[in-house]
């Protein structure tokens, strides 16, 4: 796809020698402005690739139209060469300063200027290729992840590297209670499709509270508090998501066929737990591993008819904002000592 580039020039025979260059020599698309307040039209209108940019013009100077681009969002990102006669270092430093890119002066060389332009807007093609990358990227992971921790992500894409470490994390098990028997009975793209919803539903609970979502387990959910970005309050969020997702969980399903309107199971656990990226170079997965996962895992597969069933450790930081009763012990599989297991029924948050 050809560039465009605008000129703005109050000299119609500087406009002409700037096409015959732009349009003529290089082979570029040309747009003209004699005036600072016509320039920001054209920008915002027509959103050029790159502006090369006069200094003395009636009304408005080259420095305000710059500044004027670069405060407003629309044309902030388009690159700026001002090409003028005024070549005293001070003038220079103040157009460098409110924006611009580049600084020429005239007279020029018409094969310099287009070696200028190439370089910029090669510099340009590439950072619109970033962004465009950034941006697809924000939205796959904005479908799992918080927000920030997109943001987070972007800046620091070292972590998203293989390995892992050992930290604090409140792990989250969601699943939806009989919908395997549905599956038996019903259409498949039915199914599918209420499913997705359901996904929909909870996963817009997590985020709400900043989790992370680590896997889908057929009708069911893990999802991870306090990673990859700390969260000192990581447990109260764990358990803000499942009492907001009970509580929403009416007004969901009257948007559904009654037959599909099924109860939503919580686990919650808290501890330790290695987390990073496991696999390999090519495909890896971002997850947690060890004791606090199993144990979050077997509290969601003893709960029934929407229960949210709680570990002591997370009963006894949250124990001041929720009403809750101990149920007694579980046995976990593989560890020597039962967990000591509450129900939460309601929340002073």
Known sequence: MTS???????????????RAIVHGAAGLNFLAATDGPKALEIAKEHNPDIILLDLNMPGMSGIDVVSKLKANPETAKIPVIILTAISDVDTRVRGLAAGAEDYMTKPYSPRELIARLEARLRAKAETDDLVERQEMIRKLFSRFVAAPIVDRLLQDPLQVELGGRLQPVTVLFADLEGFTPLCE???PQQIISVLNRYHTFIISMIQRYGGTIDKFLGDGVMALYNTPLEQEDHIARAVKTALHTQDELYHFHQKLDPVF???????IHTGMA??????????MDFTAVG???????RLQSHS??????ISK????????FVVARE????????????IITYEISNSLF
């Open 4 to 18: 465009t580039v605008l000129a703005v020039d109050d000299n119609p025979d500087n406009i002409e020698l700037l």
């Open 185 to 187: 009975k019903n259409d």
């Open 261 to 267: 309107r099924v109860q939503v199971n919580f686990g």
């Open 274 to 283: 290695v987390v990073g990226n496991v696999g390999a170079a090519e495909i």
């Open 291 to 297: 004791d606090t996962v199993n144990v979050a895992a």
């Open 304 to 309: 029934r008819n929407g229960q949210i069933l």
């Open 313 to 320: 450790d997370v009963y006894d930081a949250v124990e001041d």
């Open 327 to 338: 149920i007694g012990p579980i046995a976990v599989k593989g560890r020597s000592e039962s």
